[in-house]
């Protein structure tokens, strides 16, 4: 209930006091209710019940500044972190089994978030599957470690989804208060940088914020900007792998692998651009001109060396790229452009692309073969291929990953992994090459493991087409052109020659 008194006053200035008064009596308990109601939807998330970005800020801000006011009196006690949480399986599962549960699916993760913290502790939802919460009154930082570890453990237990059972993991990163902030956003963004490093480390981790994230967060925001330019640019080129037969020594083909010649940095590795390009999507036009690229290559290849007309180039496919629509065009596209047969060009695609989405992958597959393409699985062995489908999906090839190979002579187990993977290759019917060869022992290994196919330092590092058309030239001719000039390049297929 409102009471308002409105005061007439008269038009005559001459005599001035009130005329009239009006007492007005109002019921506004539901507009109160309303405006209310208008606060709470303006500070909480609808789907969870739970505080939204803006309170969290808000209340972060309050924590900051109670911080600095308690340090200026020498009052230590006050420390507060920040714990920027990321579903690592969400897409998957909302994805496969629908919105309708994936809502159910962050729903429950509320509730059990809310439970294992304290009540002063604030929890809050940013938006899809990223949460927050704010821990007040820590004494170090391995009370927030401790807190994330509860976390972790909470959300890696199974979540009934009507019939389902649906389990996830969780990335969290945490950011400590007495780190000199003044604002509650660069708090936020520390936590969110930390998390992203613990995907970075492999997910379902927590790791703290420290400077140098922020230095490389920086950096990357660079190389974000500049590969934008670099595409208009034409500042890429590709280096070329040779992959070669471990019982013949033979040249079959090689991996186009892309480099980055930057104006001021010089040449940039795949592994620091690629994924950038992933994440930013710059890897679809990327990707095409590398397709393009290869193509091109190959075709100049064939115009000029006769040894090159039943080699292959591989090119790698991203998840991006794997999930375009037109890809299927563009292939056909660039091999009909360059007058090239299917069995030129291979693709290579990494197991953690084709289990995300098997279905829609399996598809793809199927169409690239029967356009005559043959496809691999690249870095085969780290990612999470399940046998019960390895054996539907249609590839070709599977190339087994550097880290097993390098760890071959040393180590038992890794030995057991590649004779498992080739073992595994062979009764499915699939080829099988062993990427990262680096020593003649590595190939002696593998060719009594029953591997026939192999690509590395030994034989050669990734060349430009120059040196890789002198390899085209020169092939079958290895032994005795005795590696006069490039003896880098040619003398380990010498030896392995005369084995
Ligand atoms: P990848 O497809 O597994 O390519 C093999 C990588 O292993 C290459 O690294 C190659 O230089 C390296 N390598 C080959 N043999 C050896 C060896 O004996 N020892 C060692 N230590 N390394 C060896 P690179 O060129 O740095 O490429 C890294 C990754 O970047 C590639 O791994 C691939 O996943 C990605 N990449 C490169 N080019 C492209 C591209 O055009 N498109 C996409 N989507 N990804 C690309
Ligand atoms: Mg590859
Ligand atoms: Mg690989």
Redesign the pocket.
Known sequence: MSISLIQGTEKNTFSAGPRALILQIQNISDRKRTEQQLIYEAFHDPLTGLPNRAWFLEQLGIALSRASRRENILYPGNRFAVLFLDLDRFKVINDSLGHMYGDQLLQAIARRLRQCLRTEDLVARLGGDEFTVLLTNITSESDAEAVAARIQKQISQPFKLGEFDAFTTVSIGIALSDQGYSKSEDLLRDADTAMYQAKLEGKARHVIFDQGMHTRAVDTLHIETDLRRAIERKEFCL?Y?PIVSLDAGELTGF????RWLHPERGMI???EF?PIAEETGL?VPL?QW?LNEACLQMRKWKSLYRGASDLSIS????GK?FAQANLIEQIIYSLNHWVLDPRNLKL?I?ESVLVENIETATNMLARLRSLGLEVSI??FGTGYSSLSYLHRLPIDTLKID?SFV?HMGGNDEDQEIVRTIILLAQNLGKKVIA????TREQVEKLRSLGCLVG????FS??VDSEAAGRLILNQGRWQSSVLSAREDVFEPLASMRAM
Do not use: K, M, W
């Open positions: 280096h792998q991996e186009a692998l892309a590795s795949p592994a690629i890897i990707g590398v090119v790698n496919l991203s790229q290579e990494t690249d870095d550097r390098s990427e990262g060869v680096e690509q590395g330092f030994y590092r990734p």
